[in-house]
Protein backbone atom coordinates (compact mmCIF):
# COMPACT_ATOMS: atom_id res chain seq x y z
CA UNK A 1 0.00 0.00 0.00
CA UNK A 2 1.15 3.18 -1.21
CA UNK A 3 1.98 6.19 1.59
CA UNK A 4 0.25 8.81 2.14
CA UNK A 5 1.81 11.94 1.54
CA UNK A 6 1.56 15.18 3.40
CA UNK A 7 3.30 18.36 1.81
CA UNK A 8 3.87 21.74 3.54
CA UNK A 9 2.46 24.49 1.56
CA UNK A 10 5.06 27.30 0.53
CA UNK A 11 6.32 29.24 3.68
CA UNK A 12 4.12 26.79 6.06
CA UNK A 13 5.21 23.80 8.23
CA UNK A 14 2.97 20.31 9.13
CA UNK A 15 2.86 20.00 12.81
CA UNK A 16 1.33 17.54 15.22
CA UNK A 17 2.37 19.52 18.19
CA UNK A 18 5.00 17.48 18.52
CA UNK A 19 6.80 17.23 14.78
CA UNK A 20 7.80 20.44 12.55
CA UNK A 21 8.08 19.29 8.58
CA UNK A 22 7.89 20.21 5.24
CA UNK A 23 6.73 16.74 4.18
CA UNK A 24 5.25 13.85 6.08
CA UNK A 25 4.90 10.25 4.66
CA UNK A 26 2.08 8.42 6.83
CA UNK A 27 2.91 5.75 8.80
CA UNK A 28 0.17 3.00 8.44
CA UNK A 29 -1.12 4.02 11.85
CA UNK A 30 -0.52 7.73 11.08
CA UNK A 31 -3.75 9.94 9.66
CA UNK A 32 -3.28 13.56 7.74
CA UNK A 33 -6.30 14.55 10.55
CA UNK A 34 -3.56 14.34 13.49
CA UNK A 35 -1.25 17.35 11.15
CA UNK A 36 -2.30 20.81 10.84
CA UNK A 37 -0.12 23.52 8.57
CA UNK A 38 1.10 26.57 10.99
CA UNK A 39 3.19 29.16 9.78
CA UNK A 40 6.58 29.74 10.12
CA UNK A 41 5.55 32.98 12.56
CA UNK A 42 3.74 30.69 14.50
CA UNK A 43 6.77 27.60 14.60
CA UNK A 44 9.59 30.85 15.47
CA UNK A 45 7.01 31.26 18.69
CA UNK A 46 6.97 27.89 19.51
CA UNK A 47 10.93 27.42 19.19
CA UNK A 48 11.47 30.48 21.57
CA UNK A 49 8.82 29.39 24.62
CA UNK A 50 11.34 25.61 23.98
CA UNK A 51 14.35 27.42 23.93
CA UNK A 52 13.39 29.50 27.57
CA UNK A 53 12.17 26.11 28.70
CA UNK A 54 15.64 24.86 27.85
CA UNK A 55 17.32 27.50 29.53
CA UNK A 56 15.23 27.15 32.56
CA UNK A 57 15.91 23.27 32.61
CA UNK A 58 19.86 23.63 32.64
CA UNK B 1 80.74 5.78 33.65
CA UNK B 2 82.13 9.31 34.61
CA UNK B 3 79.62 11.76 35.97
CA UNK B 4 79.53 13.68 32.55
CA UNK B 5 78.55 10.52 31.39
CA UNK B 6 75.80 9.34 33.66
CA UNK B 7 74.29 13.13 32.90
CA UNK B 8 74.32 12.58 29.41
CA UNK B 9 72.29 9.07 30.21
CA UNK B 10 69.88 10.73 31.86
CA UNK B 11 69.56 13.55 29.30
CA UNK B 12 69.03 11.01 27.03
CA UNK B 13 66.32 9.26 28.87
CA UNK B 14 64.14 12.51 30.16
CA UNK B 15 62.06 12.10 27.11
CA UNK B 16 61.15 8.62 27.53
CA UNK B 17 60.55 9.95 31.60
CA UNK B 18 58.46 12.48 30.10
CA UNK B 19 56.41 10.15 28.30
CA UNK B 20 55.74 7.65 31.22
CA UNK B 21 54.78 10.67 33.10
CA UNK B 22 52.07 11.91 30.65
CA UNK B 23 50.82 7.77 30.62
CA UNK B 24 50.20 7.83 34.36
CA UNK B 25 48.83 10.70 34.44
CA UNK B 26 46.32 9.74 31.53
CA UNK B 27 45.59 6.37 33.27
CA UNK B 28 44.92 7.99 36.44
CA UNK B 29 42.31 10.73 35.21
CA UNK B 30 40.34 7.80 32.45
CA UNK B 31 40.66 5.47 34.42
CA UNK B 32 39.02 7.20 38.02
CA UNK B 33 36.33 9.42 35.63
CA UNK B 34 35.65 6.19 33.54
CA UNK B 35 35.43 3.61 36.62
CA UNK B 36 38.14 1.45 34.53
CA UNK B 37 35.27 0.98 31.97
CA UNK B 38 32.90 -0.04 33.99
CA UNK B 39 29.12 1.44 33.76
CA UNK B 40 29.15 5.22 34.91
CA UNK B 41 26.22 8.14 35.48
CA UNK B 42 26.90 9.85 32.30
CA UNK B 43 24.92 13.05 33.25
CA UNK B 44 27.08 15.82 31.57
CA UNK B 45 29.90 13.94 31.81
CA UNK B 46 31.48 15.88 28.82
CA UNK B 47 28.89 18.92 28.51
CA UNK B 48 30.39 22.26 27.85
CA UNK B 49 32.62 24.28 26.03
CA UNK B 50 35.68 23.49 27.79
CA UNK B 51 35.39 19.50 26.46
CA UNK B 52 37.53 19.80 22.64
CA UNK B 53 39.26 17.17 20.63
CA UNK B 54 42.44 18.46 23.23
CA UNK B 55 41.18 16.80 26.40
CA UNK B 56 38.38 14.45 25.50
CA UNK B 57 40.48 11.10 24.99
CA UNK B 58 38.20 8.90 26.91
CA UNK B 59 40.46 5.75 27.62
CA UNK B 60 37.76 3.12 27.28
CA UNK B 61 34.16 2.57 25.61
CA UNK B 62 31.17 4.83 27.05
CA UNK B 63 28.98 2.55 29.30
CA UNK B 64 26.56 4.54 31.15
CA UNK B 65 23.09 4.57 33.23
CA UNK B 66 21.95 8.01 32.52
CA UNK B 67 22.83 9.95 29.65
CA UNK B 68 21.42 13.16 30.00
CA UNK B 69 23.35 16.08 28.74
CA UNK B 70 25.85 14.13 27.96
CA UNK B 71 27.99 15.69 25.22
CA UNK B 72 25.74 19.07 25.85
CA UNK B 73 27.18 22.20 24.07
CA UNK B 74 30.62 20.57 24.12
CA UNK B 75 33.32 21.31 20.92
CA UNK B 76 34.59 17.93 20.49
CA UNK B 77 34.72 16.98 16.22
CA UNK B 78 34.03 13.07 17.14
CA UNK B 79 33.17 10.93 20.10
CA UNK B 80 35.79 8.47 19.04
CA UNK B 81 35.10 5.72 21.16
CA UNK B 82 31.93 3.19 21.50
CA UNK B 83 28.64 5.10 23.16
CA UNK B 84 26.53 2.67 25.00
CA UNK B 85 23.19 3.83 26.65
CA UNK B 86 21.36 0.40 27.00
CA UNK B 87 21.42 0.60 30.33
CA UNK B 88 20.01 4.26 30.74
CA UNK B 89 16.68 4.75 32.06
CA UNK B 90 16.69 8.66 30.45
CA UNK B 91 17.60 10.30 27.76
CA UNK B 92 17.51 13.56 26.95
CA UNK B 93 20.03 16.51 25.33
CA UNK B 94 22.52 13.89 24.74
CA UNK B 95 24.08 15.81 21.93
CA UNK B 96 22.12 18.84 22.72
CA UNK B 97 23.98 21.84 20.29
CA UNK B 98 27.32 19.77 20.23
CA UNK B 99 27.57 22.16 17.19
CA UNK B 100 31.38 21.25 16.20
CA UNK B 101 30.37 17.19 16.38
CA UNK B 102 31.42 15.61 12.76
CA UNK B 103 31.57 11.97 14.08
CA UNK B 104 29.75 9.53 16.31
CA UNK B 105 31.32 6.08 15.28
CA UNK B 106 28.98 3.70 17.03
CA UNK B 107 26.02 4.34 19.65
CA UNK B 108 24.33 1.08 20.75
CA UNK B 109 20.85 1.73 21.44
CA UNK B 110 17.86 -0.92 22.43
CA UNK B 111 13.97 -0.61 21.69
CA UNK B 112 13.38 1.49 24.68
CA UNK B 113 15.93 4.39 24.86
CA UNK B 114 14.29 7.96 23.93
CA UNK B 115 15.99 10.41 21.85
CA UNK B 116 14.16 14.11 23.83
CA UNK B 117 16.27 16.54 21.84
CA UNK B 118 19.58 14.67 21.58
CA UNK B 119 20.67 15.92 17.81
CA UNK B 120 19.13 19.16 18.11
CA UNK B 121 21.28 21.77 16.56
CA UNK B 122 23.78 19.05 15.58
CA UNK B 123 24.36 20.97 11.98
CA UNK B 124 27.82 19.47 11.57
CA UNK B 125 27.25 15.57 12.37
CA UNK B 126 28.15 13.44 9.15
CA UNK B 127 28.70 10.05 10.22
CA UNK B 128 26.75 8.26 13.15
CA UNK B 129 26.45 4.74 13.43
CA UNK B 130 23.47 2.89 15.33
CA UNK B 131 24.11 -0.56 16.86
CA UNK B 132 20.32 -2.25 18.25
CA UNK B 133 16.98 -1.14 17.31
CA UNK B 134 15.48 2.02 17.97
CA UNK B 135 11.85 1.62 19.04
CA UNK B 136 11.24 5.43 19.71
CA UNK B 137 10.87 9.07 17.77
CA UNK B 138 13.92 10.57 16.43
CA UNK B 139 14.38 13.78 15.54
CA UNK B 140 17.89 14.53 13.55
CA UNK B 141 16.79 16.87 11.08
CA UNK B 142 19.59 19.63 12.20
CA UNK B 143 22.04 17.98 10.48
CA UNK B 144 21.81 18.33 6.82
CA UNK B 145 25.33 16.84 6.06
CA UNK B 146 24.07 13.20 6.89
CA UNK B 147 26.03 10.57 4.61
CA UNK B 148 24.30 7.63 2.45
CA UNK B 149 25.81 5.29 5.29
CA UNK B 150 24.57 7.63 8.37
CA UNK B 151 21.04 7.62 6.84
CA UNK B 152 21.34 3.92 5.90
CA UNK B 153 22.49 2.93 9.52
CA UNK B 154 19.87 5.47 11.37
CA UNK B 155 16.85 3.49 8.78
CA UNK B 156 18.04 0.58 9.20
CA UNK B 157 17.68 0.34 12.96
CA UNK B 158 14.25 1.86 12.66
CA UNK B 159 12.14 -1.21 14.44
CA UNK B 160 9.79 -3.08 12.44
CA UNK B 161 7.05 -3.72 14.76
CA UNK B 162 6.55 -0.69 16.70
CA UNK B 163 3.78 1.68 15.95
CA UNK B 164 3.16 5.29 16.37
CA UNK B 165 6.27 6.74 16.41
CA UNK B 166 8.24 9.19 13.79
CA UNK B 167 11.51 9.46 12.47
CA UNK B 168 12.43 13.29 12.08
CA UNK B 169 15.25 13.40 9.43
CA UNK B 170 16.49 16.69 7.11
CA UNK B 171 15.15 17.39 3.78
CA UNK B 172 18.63 16.49 2.07
CA UNK B 173 17.90 13.19 2.76
CA UNK B 174 16.37 11.41 -0.09
CA UNK B 175 18.81 13.33 -2.29
CA UNK B 176 21.89 12.23 -0.40
CA UNK B 177 20.86 8.80 -0.73
CA UNK B 178 20.40 8.30 -4.07
CA UNK B 179 22.95 10.21 -5.43
CA UNK B 180 25.22 7.92 -3.67
CA UNK B 181 22.87 4.85 -4.85
CA UNK B 182 20.39 5.04 -7.38
CA UNK B 183 17.43 7.20 -8.19
CA UNK B 184 14.84 5.58 -5.96
CA UNK B 185 16.92 3.64 -3.27
CA UNK B 186 15.73 6.05 -1.09
CA UNK B 187 11.93 5.18 -1.26
CA UNK B 188 12.90 1.49 -1.81
CA UNK B 189 14.43 1.69 1.62
CA UNK B 190 12.07 3.37 3.62
CA UNK B 191 8.80 1.63 2.35
CA UNK B 192 10.49 -1.80 4.37
CA UNK B 193 9.66 0.91 7.41
CA UNK B 194 5.70 1.51 6.84
CA UNK B 195 5.07 0.98 10.39
CA UNK B 196 7.01 4.50 10.81
CA UNK B 197 6.08 8.47 9.56
CA UNK B 198 8.93 9.49 7.99
CA UNK B 199 8.90 13.64 8.67
CA UNK B 200 11.15 15.63 6.63
CA UNK B 201 12.03 19.15 8.45
Known amino acids: ?58 | MTTAEKLTKIAERMPEVYKAGQKSEYDRFWDNYQNNGGIVNGTYMFAGYGWNDDNYNPKYPIKINSCTGLFRFCKITSTKVEIDVTSSSDGTYLFHYADALIVIPKIIVNEGTTYGNWFENCTALEEIRFEGTIGKSLDIHWSTGLSMLSLASIVGALSKTVTGQTITLPTTARATYDNATISGAWDNLVSQYTNWTFAYA
Open chain 1, 1 to 58: MDRIVLTASEGMLLTNGEIYATRLELGDWDSPDNYREITMEEYNAILQREEDREIYDM
